[in-house]
């Protein structure tokens, strides 16, 4: 019998057409940087060997995003198109057919059968979807399918007729897959794809592949600075420079070029922050006004976040509430540890994950902020 790894490596060389696809940035903050790094090292590995590979999430791509210099972060889709053919049939056993051409007419398209003898009846002519484009899904980092966004939402019953693997590190994983190959004890997503591509085509781990990987894992880790660092991790990362890693690239632009915006909108962040419960709580308050003289906008705030936490370890709770209208409040809160960021705002009719919740509220901003804050600190307490 194959063991999981063996049936992962089976499904990608059978496979005719692979797609990737992994969840969007406001699904998981720290996380985030590390699942898109390790889905375009799978995804530039397939493509060198050989395999017809698409990789997608339900977002668009930014410029501006800390891994947009990765290798071929612009080949990434944010939607699935022409994934089933539509198939018009014929019977053609009472007609011998002399040619076929085809009109649109008033969005009408009209197939036209010239016989050379014979003729058909109505009952001829059938019609039936055909199969999907694609006969593999590879699903990265997500705890469940409902976090892949649109992208699942638009084809459901594409992921319900298609084999599905299912890579991640998240002891919440629902194991939605044919084959779920979950690792919780590793630190990074790029660990556990480490691993399979290295038992699976070492000699095709090029400079390109491991940056990708190395990639993920210092915007995971911060760059090392986080606690759940173990030994392993800190091999795999002398292993991926030892076969090429770019790690110099990879710092200098997610540490040593950040822009001004950005460390303006961080400069309001801190001089709002307020912290509860001996630090295991933080939060700030960011109105429009904010945003408007920093020229910067909310889809920072993710990776200021992320070094928010790193720089305070007894964190469990971080909630930046900010002004999204003139008439409306939003919410992005942030857990670590064992607190479900989707549990704590249910009563904002929240999305995200159980690691990131984001949430909108048509209160103004301080009744929310002395509402949620009183709610966060007593569920500490507890």
Request: net charge neutral.
């Amino acid at each position: 019998m194959l063991n999981l790894e063996q049936q992962v490596f089976r499904h990608l060389e059978k496979s005719s057409n692979i797609l990737i696809v992994f969840p969007s940035r406001v699904q998981g903050s720290m996380a985030g940087g590390d699942i898109l790094a390790s889905a375009l090292a799978l995804y530039l590995l397939l493509k060198k060997i050989g395999k017809s590979v698409d990789i997608a999430r339900s977002e668009k791509n930014h410029d501006s995003e800390p891994l947009a210099f990765l290798p071929f972060f612009n080949q990434i889709q944010s939607s699935l198109q022409n994934i089933r053919r539509f198939i018009v049939s014929v019977n053609i056993s009472q007609a011998k057919i002399h040619n076929i051409r085809y009109t649109v007419d008033n969005d009408k398209l009209n197939f036209i059968i010239s016989p050379k003898s014979g003729w058909f009846k109505p009952e001829d002519v059938s019609s039936k979807a055909g199969e999907f484009y694609y006969d593999l899904i590879v699903v990265v980092g997500a705890a469940d399918l409902e976090s892949l966004g649109e992208i699942y939402d638009n084809n459901i019953e594409f992921f319900y007729k298609t084999t599905v693997i299912n890579i991640d590190h998240q002891a919440a994983n629902e194991e939605f897959g044919q084959i779920n190959y979950i690792d919780a004890n590793a630190v990074a997503t790029a660990e556990i794809i480490f691993y399979l591509l290295k038992n699976f085509r070492p000699q095709d781990l090029d400079e390109d592949v491991t940056t990708c990987l190395l990639a993920g894992i210092i915007q995971k880790t911060k760059n090392f600075k986080t606690a759940n660092l173990t030994p392993r991790t800190l091999l795999t990362t002398s292993e991926l420079i030892d076969l090429g890693a770019r790690r110099e690239e990879i710092v200098d632009h997610l540490y040593r070029s950040r822009d001004i915006n950005s460390l303006k909108l961080w400069g309001r962040i801190l001089n709002n922050l307020k912290t509860e419960n001996n630090n295991s709580l933080l939060w700030s308050t960011l109105t429009l006004a904010d945003f408007e003289q920093t020229k910067s906008s909310p889809d920072k705030l993710n990776e200021l976040v992320d070094e928010l936490i790193a720089n305070v370890p007894n964190t469990k709770l971080v909630a930046i509430i900010y002004e999204s209208g003139k008439e409306e409040t939003s919410i992005s809160l942030f857990s670590i540890k064992n607190l479900n960021s989707l549990n704590l705002l249910k009563d904002y009719l929240p999305s995200g994950t159980s690691k990131l919740a984001v949430a909108r509220s048509s209160e103004n901003i301080k009744t929310v902020s002395d509402r949620l804050i009183s709610q966060l600190k007593k569920v500490l307490i507890k």
